[in-house]
């Protein structure tokens, strides 16, 4: 069964430090999101991609934060001076075209910063 | 705004019996409804989901939920456990008039299920 993939599972960064965070949405999916979860708080949605643009985003996703495709498979997240609250867990999902309400999730990759 | 709440952090239940997970929204405007479970190491699955139609609503692995507009709840429920339904499961709306929008999702309940 197809699936999101994220790499890497676990990253330590320092303060200040830039950090890109990568997906690999299923194939033939073309609507692309981020969430993230900081530990004992909700799933809060960061991002949306679609057409290679932002669709939509939160609050959260200030100057600091960009989204990017660079190619036919990937779709990465960068933060570029990651700060202590940036700590979290970081789903990507990803979903067809022709079904809206099924967004498939990666495992998550958890940022850790020092 | 929309907000979810799921009312109970952790609920442990023995093998074979039923459990109920709660959830409750805040909308004022209509949405659509989902359950999401998170076995270890892995990503969010789809459980179910409401669109519209009949309000009870079955998903994967024998879980069911009923949406209650009234009481603004969605409650997702299963007769009878299994040590593999050990996970978390998180209630999540989005806004029927953003098709394919955002996901806004409650805090996440762990179901601990033991022999």
């Known amino acids: 069964e197809p699936e999101v993939t994220q790499t890497p599972s676990h990253q330590v960064t320092q303060m200040g430090q830039e950090v890109i965070l990568r997906c690999v949405p299923i194939?033939?999916?073309?609507?692309f999101y981020w969430y993230r979860q900081i530990l004992g708080q909700k799933v809060e949605f960061l991002v949306s991609?679609?057409?290679?643009?932002?669709?939509?985003k939160s609050e959260i996703f200030d100057d600091q934060f960009s989204v990017e495709r660079p190619d036919g498979s990937n779709f990465t997240l960068k933060i570029r001076s990651t700060k202590l609250e940036d700590s979290a867990m970081y789903f990507c999902?990803?979903?067809?075209?022709?079904?809206?309400?099924?967004?498939?999730f990666g495992p998550g990759t958890r940022l850790t910063v020092t | 705004a929309q907000s979810v709440t799921q009312l109970d952090s952790q609920v442990p239940v023995f093998e074979e019996a039923p459990v109920e997970l709660r959830c409750n929204y805040s909308?004022?405007?209509?949405?659509?409804l989902f359950w999401y479970v998170q076995y270890p190491n892995q990503g969010l699955q789809l459980l179910l989901k409401?669109?519209?139609?009949?309000?009870l609503v079955k998903g994967i692995n024998g879980f069911e939920a009923e949406f209650n507009k009234s009481q603004t709840s969605f409650h997702l429920r299963k007769p009878s456990v299994h040590i593999s339904d050990t996970a978390e499961y998180f209630c999540?709306?989005?806004?029927?008039?953003?098709?394919?929008?955002?996901?806004?999702f409650g805090q996440g309940t762990e179901l601990s299920v033991k022999p």
């Open positions: 999540a709306v989005s806004l029927t008039y953003n098709q394919g929008g955002k996901l806004i």
């Open positions: 909308s004022s405007v209509s949405v659509y």
């Open positions: 991609f679609y057409n290679n643009e932002i669709s939509e």
């Open positions: 194939s033939n999916h073309l609507y």
């Open positions: 409401y669109l519209s139609g009949s309000t």
């Open positions: 999902a990803s979903r067809a075209v022709y079904a809206p309400y099924e967004q498939y």
